[in-house]
């Protein structure tokens, strides 16, 4: 059946169910509340569990207070982060030279990705839950019932604390129960990071050396003849491909000639034959776009010179001279009479290219970027590859889903690199699927584990760390109606009581007065304000921006 009307079906099923028990009234007699199409189950069962779990009250109240000192540094944290993202997304250029993940997305079935999400969300919630509970349980804070929240598949777990205990509560105990449940989450992502980092990490094996296939580009050799990304190139006309520097630095015989590949793909060794020569990826603004080349064309000579390799285009191409056209060869696809099949073959279109200096092109593009040392350099403006194909280290993939801060140094560096690992599923690269699988398989302690199985362990516990991390700094925004932002104002109340009980009879005559708790109320809604819309701000910039 169609993965839409499956969705549709089920959607439908639980729409007429939520109806029927609503009719009948059979929801109000099991406690079931409804607020549109979520259900909130209310019981009492599992109380006692809780309860147990509070018991034990000099660690959970010695537990509280750890937790309130990583809520509040997180808040701060938080703060800076958004404010520094904001200015870095206004001022900051996009370099040709980024230093980002140069992976294409692997081909994700949104089904397998819902079952991650959804598994990681409800164990987040349950943790950050419970520990709400269990500490507000050793605060003797009563606790009304416990819940779950479902819309088709269960989305969490909740808590409720008795109201009057809350508020009759010190403001130490509330501050506890507060930050509780975001650092509970915040430890829970640590310790998942810890077992991808130094467990199944280094348990991801490459079943062979080779150039991962991470992207190929339009129109290429290697899109046209069916080379398929994600897969592993192993030998160029049985030349070894230890590595992507192996790779990139081979040597054609001659552009356009027949060069046959081998590669590992689902399980299978391949061999195909394709046109060789270095191939265009990318055409970025600039002479490359005013003199018509485009992806996929084959570069055969430049300058007078035959390009045989990756390192011989760069080189020809910066020691040329920009003041005038020099002459050039492309290959385009079509048919070739003389081989009687579709090749590539020269285009009698182009035999000039204008090429400029590259400071010039940064100081038009990247200024920002631009060196004194390119004056005297000349470009293009183009990306190539070996066949149009983007390839990495086979170590790459597993350094990236398990290893994520490898290689760095210096403090930019590595904050990049934390958000590019919290941005894995964002950008497509998790979980981890076929045929990115395929090429690896556990060793060392899981060398017993079946290949799928790990890897659905590896993605479990990578969602395990995602879904805390996000559950726990949202929650510690300082905004309500977070627990950061109730954590906040109670801290902020407690202060201007404690300086308002400082406050000596002649202050008070000349008219100081303590700061009232509805002043600290305006604060926090002009705090949270402020905080929704910078959020807001960073998750639509990216939609906004090529729009204007």
């Given amino acids: 059946?169609?993965?839409?009307?499956?969705?549709l079906a089920v959607i439908g099923v639980y729409l007429v169910i939520l109806l029927a028990g609503r009719w009948s009234k059979l929801w109000k007699r099991i406690g079931v509340s409804l607020y549109g199409p979520i259900m909130f189950f209310r019981t009492k069962r599992g109380l006692e569990t809780i309860a147990r779990a509070g018991s034990r009250r000099r660690f959970w109240r010695a537990y509280g207070g750890l937790c309130i000192g990583v809520i509040l540094l997180s808040m701060v944290l938080i703060v800076l982060f958004l404010f520094w993202e904001t200015y870095g997304v206004l001022t900051a250029p996009t370099s040709p030279d980024a230093d980002g993940i140069r992976l294409g997305p692997l081909s994700i079935d949104t089904v397998v990705l819902g079952y991650y999400l959804v598994f990681g969300l409800v164990v987040s919630v349950l943790v950050h839950e419970f520990a709400h509970g269990a500490l507000a349980s050793a605060e003797k804070i009563r606790l009304d019932a416990v819940g779950l929240l479902l819309l088709?598949?269960?989305?969490?777990?909740?808590?409720?604390?008795?109201?009057?205990?809350?508020?009759?509560?010190?403001?130490?105990?509330?501050?506890?129960?507060?930050?509780?449940?975001?650092?509970?989450?915040?430890?829970?992502?640590?310790?998942?990071?810890?077992?991808?980092?130094?467990?199944?990490?280094?348990?991801?094996?490459?079943?062979?050396?080779?150039?991962?296939?991470?992207?190929?580009?339009?129109?290429?050799?290697?899109?046209?003849?069916?080379?398929?990304?994600?897969?592993?190139?192993?030998?160029?006309?049985?030349?070894?491909?230890?590595d992507s520097s192996e790779f990139y630095n081979f040597e054609f015989d001659e552009p356009g000639e027949p060069v046959w590949l081998t590669?590992?793909?689902?399980?299978?060794?391949?061999?195909?034959?394709?046109?060789?020569g270095v191939t265009i990826t990318q055409v970025h603004p600039g002479p490359a776009y005013n003199d018509g080349l485009k992806p996929g064309m084959i570069i055969a000579s430049l300058n007078g010179t035959v390009i045989r390799s990756e390192s011989q285009f760069r080189s020809v191409t910066e020691n040329s001279s920009y003041k005038e056209p020099i002459e050039i060869t492309v290959l385009t696809y079509g048919y070739d009479p003389d081989r009687g099949i579709d090749w590539f073959l020269e285009d009698p279109t182009i035999a000039y290219i204008n090429l400029t200096s590259k400071w010039l092109y940064y100081y038009k593009y990247y200024p920002s970027l631009n060196k004194q040392e390119y004056e005297n350099i000349s470009v293009m403006g183009v990306s190539t590859a070996p066949l149009g194909v983007t390839t990495e280290d086979i170590n790459y993939l597993p350094r990236l889903v398990s290893h994520p801060f490898t290689g760095d140094d210096g403090d930019g560096r590595i904050v990049r690199s934390i958000l590019r690992f919290i941005a894995l599923p964002t950008l497509g690269y998790s979980p981890v699927v076929s045929?990115?699988?395929?090429?690896?398989?556990?060793?060392?302690?899981?060398?017993?584990?079946?290949?799928?199985?790990?890897?659905?362990?590896?993605?479990?516990?990578?969602?395990?760390?995602?879904?805390?991390?996000?559950?726990?700094?949202a929650n510690a925004l300082p905004a309500i109606p977070f627990d950061g932002g109730y954590a906040l104002r109670d801290l902020l109340k407690e202060t201007a009581h404690r300086s308002g009980d400082r406050l000596t009879g002649f202050e008070?005559?000349?008219?100081?007065?303590?700061?009232?708790?509805?002043?600290?109320?305006?604060?926090?809604?002009?705090?949270?304000?402020?905080?929704?819309?910078?959020?807001?701000?960073?998750?639509?910039?990216?939609?906004?921006?090529?729009?204007?």
């Fill in 508 to 548: 008070k005559t000349i008219g100081r007065r303590p700061i009232a708790d509805w002043q600290i109320d305006h604060l926090m809604w002009v705090v949270t304000a402020l905080v929704l819309l910078v959020v807001i701000f960073l998750v639509t910039w990216p939609i906004i921006d090529p729009i204007i």
């Fill in 1 to 7: 059946m169609n993965g839409y009307l499956l969705a």
């Fill in 263 to 276: 590669y590992l793909h689902k399980g299978d060794e391949l061999h195909i034959s394709v046109p060789a």
């Fill in 152 to 242: 088709i598949v269960p989305l969490g777990a909740f808590v409720e604390l008795n109201d009057d205990d809350l508020k009759k509560a010190k403001r130490t105990s509330r501050l506890g129960v507060y930050a509780t449940g975001p650092a509970t989450n915040m430890f829970a992502a640590a310790i998942c990071l810890a077992v991808l980092v130094w467990g199944l990490g280094p348990a991801i094996d490459p079943i062979s050396p080779g150039a991962l296939v991470t992207d190929i580009a339009r129109d290429s050799p290697a899109e046209i003849f069916g080379l398929p990304a994600w897969s592993e190139i192993t030998e160029v006309d049985g030349a070894p491909m230890d």
């Fill in 435 to 473: 045929p990115a699988t395929d090429l690896y398989q556990p060793s060392g302690a899981f060398s017993s584990v079946p290949t799928d199985i790990f890897w659905v362990l590896v993605n479990a516990v990578y969602w395990l760390f995602w879904t805390n991390l996000l559950v726990g700094l």
